[in-house]
């Protein structure tokens, strides 16, 4: 089947450093995205890894494990903004269908 | 600008009614989905249609209908016989390509409630 986990709340303080988990079993793999969602509003596109490593873009970071099935969604320097539910998505499948996680909330604190 | 548009944003129907939310998009995008979001839940697939007049279920199809008859539209029918039609419903579109690192375009969203 398929499966992708990640917790389901997390906290911290602004001006911090926060890392979102995601663990995946799929049938096949195209690439794993990170979305951000404000409640009640529509994801935005974070970051998409294909391949094992880093990706840095500015404040937001991710890596992918393809033989661990894993990923992880790196946020620093926190502002009050980020707090917001984040999405792991994988591409799977030969049509584009991307398969989504539950989310992780993130609520930031002063 | 491209984007998507999808309307109402807010949508309240009678139960046993029939219900059609819109989705159109001018990214001349070939591909489009449907997700349904519940709290605590991720986003569920629909239904996807990849060319016009050409479209699958997704994993929870039951109880909706979809056409696409036009390449920018992709309007999503939520009929009586779906047990549980209140949620928060999401359109998406992306370019065709199987492997993308373009991943979707979304919508805003409407959240439907059945009352």
């Known amino acids: 089947g398929q499966n992708i986990d990640q917790p389901t709340e997390m906290t911290a303080t602004e001006g911090a450093i926060v890392q979102i988990n995601c663990t995946y079993q799929?049938?096949?793999?195209?690439?794993l995205f990170w979305y951000q969602q404000h409640a009640g509003e529509a994801p935005t596109f974070l970051s998409y890894?294909?391949?094992?490593g880093l990706e840095e873009k500015g404040r937001f970071s991710s890596f992918l494990s393809r033989s661990k099935g894993y990923s992880y969604l790196l946020l620093k320097e926190l502002q009050m903004k980020d707090s917001a539910s984040y999405l792991c998505?994988?591409?799977?499948?030969?049509?584009?269908?991307?398969?989504f996680g539950a989310g992780t909330r993130l609520a930031v604190h002063p | 600008d491209g984007g998507i548009t999808q309307s109402p944003k807010y949508l309240f129907r009678k139960e046993g009614q029939n219900v059609t939310l819109s989705c159109e998009q001018n990214?001349?995008?070939?591909?489009m989905y449907w997700y349904r979001q519940d709290p605590g839940q991720g986003l569920r697939l629909i239904y996807y249609?990849?060319?016009?007049?050409?479209?699958q279920k997704g994993d929870i199809a039951e109880g909706y209908s979809v056409s696409r008859e036009k390449k920018e539209s992709f309007p999503l029918t939520v009929t009586s016989a779906q047990k549980n039609p209140t949620a928060f419903y999401l359109c998406?579109?992306?370019?065709?390509?199987?492997?993308?690192?373009?991943?979707?375009?979304f919508g805003s969203g409407t959240r439907l409630t059945v009352v």
């Open positions: 998406a579109s992306s370019i065709r390509a199987a492997f993308s690192n373009y991943g979707y375009t």
């Open positions: 799929t049938s096949g793999f195209n690439g």
């Open positions: 890894n294909v391949l094992d």
């Open positions: 998505a994988v591409l799977s499948g030969g049509y584009n269908k991307l398969i």
């Open positions: 990214l001349n995008h070939d591909a």
């Open positions: 249609s990849q060319i016009v007049n050409d479209f």
